[in-house]
């Protein structure tokens, strides 16, 4: 019997090739979302405004309009998707996520304490008019809203064993944070509860170059201290028991975990509203499309596929012909939807855990 | 000084707010040498898995201490320790989507560094590990799709894997079958004399225990450790007295448990061999007790055509063992008076361990003849 000394080399083609698709996937899905908008722009022209070599209404269009929504949309998907991951194997449930568990809407109520306390907001996003040192205030709130919600979820966790249970518990926590903010809105401006119906449905859009140089670092050190902390994720997924008797510290783990699933989830909320279902389903479609769970393979993979969905789903929310804006929210719910209800299906049969 | 020393070691949860502090087990004194299997065992609930977890670092002792190899487990740090001490726990739930690769691979935890990619060298320690316990052929299979004993077979790598110079097990053989458990326990034998590792396992496979551990930890209700070879704790009386029901005795010499029942009358059995002790097995479960001599209650000779008995003075001939058994169990005289919850023989005069100690192992072997516990003892060799 031969036996080779590590995995498959099958395996490992597999995965290598896998993710050199998913990468090549995402640059495409990134410049088609930098072509296609309100005014679709052929690629030719697209490159030459990117060189500064186009006409000024096309240079405008895509440094001001379509870079920093595609850039916004590759990050939030990154993002979110690797949150969902870090709180998937953290909570040992396959449907942990950001949105699903309330956190987002945690996040939104940092955000709404923030906004409707200082009375700001002007146009557009309902934090866009928070501007300079705000910024970083809001997604302070956001991600101390997210942190609340997560541990208090977590502890929750603990206690109950059941899939559906923790569901319900997270979207319990997520309506009474929603309350909170509704009775907050009563006593607002008209003006800023509309503004914040409309950022509640979710959009890569609102964000400025002014944001970016906010979301961008948070985002990417958040993400790389993701990637630099996954080697006690692949313990933990043998549980938390098994975890400390290989050594791992599981508490440090734990809190670091849910920090950067905090600031990743909050940070991304503030600028772009409370995005449903991409921490859920592109974790599980990596784990199937790379057919692993080692996060060391996983993360990278979530990351890429991540930032390609949410660009995908920046492209779809340009309703062919009208030229209207489709709501995101609406687009990624019902991306979404499906892989919860398979999650549920199959999660029966094994019981718990990651399932898929 | 290689091996666990445990020194007058309390194990429980310690005081929280109103509730004082639960000792579950108390001054506790043993060893656990390395290149022997001991064996924890003991009632339902008497502790054994909170004594694991205390051994393995997940909760502190409420008092004393125990040492790995002469150091103190409570001074080691949760990563030093990981790399003297491997631990198999109940849980089962294998992750999705990992091979038992993978999962054995995950043993090397503290010997890769920040990415945790396995060198060469690890891989090599892992292929070791799955081979060592026979899994090896199941190594690119998904973990979660394996059977309950070969999961177990793959922790157990992923254990060895961590290259500790102790495994402790808790229950690993709970949920088995019978071949598998065996299979396990020999495994963990082999394991401990060829690699010189102490290996703590928790059963509640008390005869499969007491033929192959060299030594036995035995939990009591009164909350204490005794420990001992499995041949000690029989003779002294230990195994008894701790296990011994209304409805079960542990027998010595057999080294299984044997069911409790009132004799009431007696019978005598001619027949060949096997033949005769199934039939005594099978009358003995309904109240029968076995005889030599003429003077029985009930008479059966096998013949070829079945079964021929006498009772009460009347001849009654069974075509087969079935309806015999069917029969003894309406037939069954009652007993005198009920049978008293005590083991039948008296048992040998306590053997002073500390003279034993002191005598050396060949004194163990000259007390043990004449005893029917050197039955027990034949049985290891």
């Known amino acids: 019997m031969t036996v080779t000394r590590s995995a498959r080399p099958a395996a490992v083609r597999r995965r290598t090739g896998v993710l050199a698709g998913l990468a090549a996937l995402t640059a495409v899905a990134f410049v088609l979302a930098v072509m296609i908008g309100s005014t679709p722009l052929p690629l030719g022209s697209v490159l030459a405004a990117l060189a500064r070599d186009a006409d000024q209404a ?45 956190v987002s809407s945690g996040a939104s109520l940092g955000v709404a304490l923030v906004v409707t306390g200082w009375g700001g907001g002007s146009a557009g996003a309902f934090t866009a008019g928070v501007a300079g040192l705000g910024r970083v205030g809001v997604v302070l709130a956001a991600s101390a809203g997210a942190a609340a919600v997560l541990l208090l979820v977590l502890a929750l966790a603990r206690r109950v064993r059941s899939v559906v249970t923790l569901l319900v518990i997270g979207v319990m926590v997520g309506s009474a944070a929603v309350s909170v903010i509704t009775l907050m809105l009563v006593y607002t401006e008209p003006r800023l509860a509309q503004q914040y119906i409309a950022w509640g449905l979710g959009s890569f859009a609102g964000t400025t170059w002014a944001d970016l140089a906010v979301l961008g670092p948070v ?27 290989m050594g791992v510290h599981v508490r440090r783990t734990r809190t670091v975990t849910l920090l950067v699933a905090s600031v990743l989830a909050g940070a991304v909320t503030a600028f772009c509203g409370p995005i449903a279902f991409l921490g859920l389903a592109v974790p599980h479609v990596t784990r199937l499309l790379l ?66 | ?37 001991t064996v924890l065992i003991g009632p339902n609930g008497a502790g054994k898995s909170t004594l694991l977890r205390t051994l393995t670092g997940l909760q502190p002792p409420l008092g004393g201490g125990a040492t790995l190899d002469g150091t103190d487990i409570a001074t080691l740090s949760a990563a030093k320790l990981a790399r003297r001490l491997a631990v198999v726990l109940t849980e089962r739930d294998m992750p999705p989507l990992l091979t038992a690769r993978e999962v054995a691979g995950l043993g090397r935890y503290q010997h890769t560094g920040l990415t945790g990619r396995l060198s060469e060298a690890d891989a090599d320690a892992v292929t070791w590990a799955l081979d060592a316990v026979g899994a090896l052929h199941l190594a690119d299979r998904q973990a979660v799709e394996l059977s309950d004993g070969e999961r177990q077979r793959v922790l157990i790598a992923r254990a060895l894997a ?30 401990a004399v060829e690699r010189a590792l102490a290996v703590i396992v928790s059963t509640h496979d008390l005869e499969l225990a007491l033929r192959i551990a060299d030594r036995v930890w035995l939990v009591t209700p009164d909350r204490r450790l ?58 003995t479960r309904h109240g029968w007790r076995p005889v030599t001599s003429d003077e029985a209650d009930l008479t059966v000779t096998a013949d070829e055509d079945g079964y021929l008995t006498e009772y009460g003075g009347r001849a009654l001939r069974f075509t087969g063992l079935a309806a015999l058994t069917a029969w003894s169990r309406t037939h069954s005289p009652t007993p005198p008076e009920p049978a008293v919850p005590a083991p039948e023989e008296p048992a040998p005069a306590k053997l002073d361990p500390a003279a034993l100690e002191a005598a050396g ?15 027990a003892g034949g049985l290891l060799s």
């Not at chain 2, 004799?263 to 002790?277: H, I, S």
Request: charged fraction near 15%; hydrophobic fraction near 50%; include cysteine.
């Open chain 2, 162 to 191: 961590q290259e500790p110079s102790a495994i402790v097990l808790d229950e690993p053989t709970a949920f088995l079958d019978v071949t598998s458990r065996v299979t396990v326990m020999g495994l963990l034998r082999r394991l």
């Open chain 2, 1 to 37: 000084m290689s091996g666990f020393r445990l020194h007058e070691m309390s194990v429980g949860y310690p005081a929280r707010r109103a509730r004082p502090a639960h000792r579950v087990l108390e001054d506790l004194t043993a060893t656990a040498e390395a290149g022997e299997l």
């Open chain 1, 58 to 102: 096309t240079e405008t269009i895509v440094w001001t309009v379509r870079l920093p929504r595609a850039v916004t949309a590759a990050l939030a998907g990154a993002a979110l998707a690797v949150a969902g991951v870090q709180m998937q194997t953290l909570f040992r449930n396959p449907l942990s996520e950001p949105y699903i568990l309330g």
């Open chain 2, 361 to 375: 192992s060949e004194a163990v072997g000259a007390e043990g003849v004449g005893t029917e516990g050197v039955g």
């Open chain 1, 219 to 245: 985002c990417v050190g958040a993400l790389a201290l993701a990637l630099a902390w996954m080697k006690p994720l692949n313990a933990l997924l043998l549980g938390e028991n098994y975890a400390r008797t």
């Open chain 1, 291 to 356: 057919g692993t769970a080692d996060h060391r393979v996983l993360m990278p993979g979530v990351l890429l596929l991540g930032a390609c969905v949410a660009l995908l789903c920046c492209v779809a929310t340009q309703a062919p012909g009208s030229g209207a804006v489709l709501p995101l929210n609406a687009i990624t719910t019902l991306l979404g939807t499906p892989v919860v209800i398979a999650v549920l299906l199959r999660s029966r049969a094994a019981r718990m855990g990651l399932a898929v």
């Open chain 2, 226 to 283: 005794h420990s001992g070879t499995p041949e000690e704790l029989t003779l002294d009386g230990s195994i008894s007295a701790v296990f011994d029901g209304v409805d079960l005795a542990f027998d010595p010499v057999a080294g299984v448990f044997t069911p409790r029942t009132r004799t009431g009358g007696t019978v005598r059995v001619t027949a060949d061999g096997l033949r005769r002790a199934l039939v005594e097995r099978a009358l």
